[in-house]
């Protein structure tokens, strides 16, 4: 694995950064538009099977309805903490795809819907999977520490918690990039993440709320629009990795299959 030095200088514009994100954007959004779509469907169906599975269909939607009572909240807060875990090892590496297609639409290099799930096969995967895990274990570890008080105290514990939640968003908003392109493990590339988004964190977050806000106005678009404004995000999430880091110009998707000879 490669490196980082935590002591070199990290240099992000704002403007910069939000000059490149819609830049790429405007590149590739009908393409990640489309996949999200498809993505958003085979959420639905898989979660809703589980569902099934475990509540049976006749009795599903009033087993979502008990479970929002407060005397049910710990089976609810172990489902959803299940399936964090299992949405984050499953569609973490389309992630790593979609900033694939972002970075390769940059550097020239060819992309197209099967480049977001190129990482499935890539050396990478396995760090790929474990970062975002242990990122969605901690999230959902504050989510839940905070309902727990909130249901002794106020709701003032459950925004403390999703505060939290948020900064862990922001301060682990590199370690995919840092995994694919910086070639980091998993618990590196977060520790990357942190160093880096740390001494660029109101930067980062105000990248973040304008980036947010213009992936809202997709909503406008008859609902569906968002999916295509939602690419934002990933160009985003890579462009401040770009200009903030740097990138090889490699073809990281080349490694593929090569501990396998």
């Not at 475990?54 to 807060?77: A, Y």
């Not at 660029?200 to 973040?208: P, R």
């Amino acid at each position: 694995m490669s490196t980082f030095n935590a002591n070199e200088p990290v240099h992000l514009s704002f403007g910069e950064a939000i000059e490149q994100t819609f830049n790429t954007w405007k590149k590739i959004a009908l393409l990640m538009g489309g996949i999200l779509i498809l993505l958003g469907i085979v959420a639905a169906i898989i979660y809703g099977g589980i569902f099934a599975v475990i509540f049976g269909t006749t009795d599903l939607t009033n087993e979502i309805l008990n479970m929002q009572s407060l005397d049910n909240q710990t089976p609810r807060m172990v489902l959803t903490l299940i399936f964090t875990i299992i949405a984050a090892a499953v569609f973490s590496p389309i992630t790593a795809g979609l900033l694939q297609i972002a970075h390769n639409a940059e550097s020239g290099e060819d992309y197209s819907f099967n480049t977001a799930f190129e990482h499935y096969k890539s050396v990478h995967v396995k760090d790929i999977i474990l970062s975002a895990v242990i990122i969605n274990l901690v999230s959902q570890g504050f989510s839940i520490v905070g309902e727990l008080f909130a249901l002794q105290t106020d709701a003032i514990s459950t925004f403390i918690a999703g505060l939290l939640s948020l900064v862990l968003t922001i301060l682990t908003f590199m370690s995919i990039p840092f995994i694919i392109f910086g070639k980091l493990d998993a618990v590196e590339s977060i520790k990357a993440s942190i160093s880096v988004c740390g001494r660029k964190f109101f930067i980062i977050l105000l990248l973040m709320i304008v980036v947010g806000l213009c992936i809202g106005l997709g909503i406008l678009g008859l609902c569906i629009g968002i999916f295509f404004t939602m690419p934002l995000y990933y160009t985003l999430q890579y462009n401040v990795y770009r200009l903030a880091i740097g990138i090889d110009n490699v073809d990281e998707l080349s490694q593929i299959g090569e501990d396998s000879n």
